[in-house]
């Protein structure tokens, strides 16, 4: 099968992508994705053009569990410029206002800092990805629209302050899914007094997966073949914080054909990764209270070269 220039395989695993600022994240898929001669390949949550850092990869089976990691936490580091708004709320934007920034003082940031930890809620942005009425905000933002959005429940498990300076702030944030860095800066800005926009910002890490074990696209690039093949992760890293049940060799056999496993040993309810005895990742499945466990997304068998 051709895409493309290339010659594409059936290839399967996660690949941790360092994406470079100033490249869009479909962009710099889809050059790991010729890298890797890959036939289906997909991300797990995009990151803003400006934005560098963590974006996982999947190839073949792994985008079928792609979603467990849109549904994770994610950390970033970000510098918040102070003293101006833009219209995208970061430093791509067009600046809408101005206002002088007030005497920095640790205890006057972390006291604001304080007012956005734990549990709350955030307005998305209208240069978003999200739809009003089949259209993304960010389309309708261009032509001069803007909609109502609700409000979405999001937690700030950490807002550390890492440094600041008479006009910009830096902080390492650890969040949960749904949460806009763009908005959340805006925000903190507002709150000093200021205003404030994204000026630089670094996704760290995605669920486990941290940016420390990413390579870049162009390191990607200077490998040979058979060491980028080595750099690939097991797919079953996308479902690490999944309770795991491990199954003897005919339940695998019989869950794999769609049938339904009672099992004799505790495990927590919902969703499960499944492993064989062999310690090959199967799968995932849902367990009810009766301890048994119906098939719910599958790897198939994927042939690769």
Same mark, same amino acid.
């Given at each position: 099968?051709?895409?493309?220039?290339?010659?594409?395989?059936? &290839?399967?695993? #996660?690949?941790?992508?360092? =994406?470079?600022?100033?490249? +869009?994240?479909?962009g710099?898929?889809? =050059?790991?994705r010729?890298?890797?001669?890959?036939?289906?390949?997909?991300? @797990?949550? +995009?990151?803003?053009?400006?934005?560098?850092g963590?974006?996982?990869?999947?190839?073949?089976?792994?985008?079928?569990?792609?979603?467990? !990691?849109?549904?994770?936490?994610?950390?970033?580091?970000?510098?918040?410029?102070?003293g +101006?708004?833009?219209?995208?709320a970061?430093?791509?934007? &067009?600046?809408?206002?101005?206002?002088?920034?007030?005497?920095?003082?640790?205890?006057?940031?972390e006291?604001?800092?304080? /007012?956005?930890?734990?549990?709350? #809620?955030?307005?998305p942005?209208?240069?978003?990805?999200? =739809?009003?009425?089949?259209?993304?905000?960010?389309?309708?933002?261009?032509?001069?629209?803007?909609?109502?959005?609700?409000?979405?429940?999001? @937690? &700030?498990?950490?807002?550390?302050? %890492?440094?600041?300076?008479?006009?910009?702030?830096?902080?390492?944030?650890?969040?949960?899914?749904?949460?806009?860095?763009?908005?959340?800066?805006?925000?903190?800005?507002?709150?000093?007094?200021?205003?404030?926009?994204? /000026?630089i910002?670094?996704?760290?890490?995605?669920?486990? !997966?941290?940016?420390?074990?990413?390579?870049?696209?162009?390191? !990607? /690039?200077?490998?040979?073949?058979?060491?980028?093949?080595?750099?690939?992760?097991?797919?079953?890293?996308?479902? %690490?914080?999944l309770?795991? #049940?491990?199954?003897?060799?005919?339940?695998?056999?019989? &869950?794999?054909?769609?049938?339904?496993l009672? !099992?004799? *040993?505790p495990?927590a /309810?919902?969703?499960?990764a499944?492993?064989?005895?062999?310690?090959?990742?199967i799968?995932?499945? %849902?367990?009810?209270?009766?301890? *048994?466990?119906?098939?719910?997304?599958?790897v +198939?068998?994927?042939?690769?070269?």
């Amino acid at each position: 099968m051709t895409s493309g220039r290339f010659q594409s395989r059936k &290839i399967s695993g #996660v690949l941790l992508l360092d =994406k470079a600022s100033g490249f +869009s994240s479909n962009g710099s898929l889809q =050059k790991a994705r010729r890298l890797f001669r890959a036939e289906k390949a997909g991300h @797990t949550g +995009s990151l803003d053009p400006i934005a560098s850092g963590l974006l996982p990869v999947c190839f073949g089976e792994a985008t079928k569990f792609s979603g467990f !990691l849109l549904n994770t936490d994610k950390r970033y580091s970000v510098r918040i410029r102070l003293g +101006s708004e833009t219209d995208t709320a970061d430093i791509e934007g &067009i600046v809408i206002r101005t206002s002088p920034v007030p005497p920095l003082t640790k205890s006057l940031i972390e006291g604001v800092l304080d /007012e956005f930890r734990g549990e709350g #809620v955030q307005v998305p942005p209208m240069y978003s990805a999200l =739809k009003h009425q089949g259209q993304r905000l960010y389309d309708l933002a261009r032509k001069g629209i803007e909609v109502d959005r609700p409000p979405r429940s999001i @937690t &700030i498990f950490e807002l550390n302050l %890492e440094g600041f300076d008479e006009g910009s702030i830096d902080l390492d944030v650890h969040c949960s899914k749904g949460t806009y860095i763009r908005t959340l800066s805006e925000d903190i800005g507002r709150r000093l007094g200021c205003g404030g926009h994204v /000026e630089i910002l670094r996704r760290t890490a995605v669920g486990r !997966l941290k940016v420390q074990e990413a390579k870049t696209n162009d390191q !990607l /690039e200077a490998m040979d073949e058979e060491s980028r093949q080595a750099f690939l992760m097991p797919i079953d890293c996308l479902v %690490e914080e999944l309770p795991r #049940v491990d199954l003897q060799d005919q339940e695998v056999y019989r &869950i794999q054909r769609g049938g339904v496993l009672t !099992l004799t *040993m505790p495990s927590a /309810e919902g969703t499960v990764a499944l492993f064989g005895m062999n310690g090959a990742f199967i799968g995932v499945g %849902e367990m009810g209270e009766d301890q *048994m466990v119906s098939p719910k997304r599958m790897v +198939s068998l994927v042939d690769s070269d």
